[in-house]
């Protein structure tokens, strides 16, 4: 069984650009969990998807903003670049089953210059 | 509301000792518990989880950990550290409502030979 797939793997950008990260979950998850890890802030919560809807969101400006597929697939966009933003970027899932056992993916670096 | 803390941000152990990696959460409702381990460069990996039931939980590669409700921890052990062991060790906790998962800022265990 495949397990969650993200893409690219490193991203490199420059101040005020955008960057869109992609996230495939694992077949049959339809929930979709987005979290930033940013050096000395930790992993912090930023987007849930279920079902094509947001759920729930973690305390990040409106910049940050996704997206949810048909196909449970999931795009995280993050507008006017910051050199803040600089951070490796998880995506995890998880089935209606069992929605709190989160799966990871290996993650986006996004480097902002 | 929840949080995580995590005592020690490094741990050294040297190969064949135990391995104690405290853990504290506080929470507003019964609590599910996570440990994940990340290796450098990659995502995080479940180690094992506390939901319901039994306190002691057993986890992947000998790990385990105890609910202890009455002192709000969930401390992460394993008898006899490997060199493979060696990694950043993340606890998480959820809200029984809600899905995000609210991460302690993990602890670097390192192995000495």
């Known amino acids: 069984e495949a397990g969650v797939t993200q893409s690219p793997t490193h991203l490199i950008k420059t101040r005020g650009q955008q960057a869109t990260l992609r996230c495939s979950p694992i077949?049959?998850?339809?929930?979709v969990y987005w979290y930033q890890q940013a050096l000395g802030l930790g992993l912090q919560f930023l987007l849930w998807?279920?079902?094509?809807?947001?759920?729930n969101r973690g305390n990040f400006p409106p910049r940050f903003s996704g997206r949810q597929f048909p196909n449970y697939s999931s795009e995280l966009n993050v507008n006017a670049l910051e050199l803040e933003d600089s951070a490796l970027y998880l995506c995890a899932s998880s089935s209606q089953q069992d929605l709190y056992e989160q799966f990871f993916g290996p993650g986006t670096r996004l480097t902002v210059l | 509301a929840q949080s995580v803390t995590q005592l020690g941000s490094h741990v050294s152990v040297s190969e064949g000792a135990l391995v104690l990696l405290r853990c504290n959460y506080s929470s507003s409702v019964p609590p599910y518990l996570f440990w994940y381990v990340q290796y450098p460069n990659q995502g995080l990996q479940l180690l094992l989880k506390y939901t319901t039931g039994a306190t002691l939980v057993k986890g992947i590669n000998g790990f385990e950990a105890e609910f202890k409700k009455s002192e709000t921890s969930f401390h992460l052990t394993k008898p006899s550290a490997h060199m493979s062991d060696a990694a950043e060790y993340f606890c998480?906790?959820?809200?029984?409502?809600?899905?995000?998962?609210?991460f302690g800022a993990g602890t670097i265990l390192r192995v000495k030979s």
């Open positions: 998480a906790v959820s809200a029984r409502y809600g899905n995000k998962l609210v």
């Open positions: 077949s049959g998850h339809t929930s």
């Open positions: 998807y279920d079902e094509g809807e947001e759920r």
